[in-house]
């Protein structure tokens, strides 16, 4: 069974940065697998925020966060990054890694009900 655990969270002014880390288990090897942040503020649904398969590296993110959150993965260490910059307020949210099988190749925003595998989310606060 894949299991996901979030670190970094925290409190961020405007304009700051912050990393994410997942690191995933369970498995010997993720190869096929797409690994995804969600975020989800209070009131709102679950939202897509980045993913990236983890053979290849590929890497995909909704129009909300491109150009200022970069998604990576290490795959010796199996773990996954969200390198957030030029935060906002808005991206106040908490936040989720997820995991599925199967690779994703972009032309269409990826759901959270696909993905079976989450950890327990961390809240990200961005300050005015």
């Known amino acids: 069974q894949v299991q996901l655990e979030e670190s970094g969270g925290g409190l961020v002014q405007a304009g700051g940065s912050l990393r994410l880390s997942c690191a995933a288990s369970?498995?010997?090897?993720?190869?096929?697998?797409?690994m995804a942040w969600f975020r989800q503020a209070p009131g709102k649904d679950r939202e897509f925020g980045a993913a990236?398969?983890?053979?290849?590296?590929?890497?995909y993110y909704a129009d909300s966060v491109k150009g200022r959150f970069s998604i990576s993965r290490d795959t010796a260490e199996r773990t996954v990054h969200l390198h957030m910059h030029s935060l906002k307020p808005e991206d106040t949210a908490v936040y989720y890694c997820?995991?599925?099988?199967?690779?994703?190749?972009?032309?269409?925003?990826?759901?959270?009900?696909?993905?079976?595998?989450w950890g327990r989310g961390m809240q990200v606060t961005v300050s005015q």
């Open positions: 369970g498995r010997t090897t993720f190869t096929g697998y797409t």
């Open positions: 997820a995991a599925k099988p199967g690779p994703y190749f972009g032309g269409r925003t990826l759901s959270a009900s696909e993905f079976g595998s």
């Open positions: 990236i398969n983890w053979s290849g590296g590929k890497d």
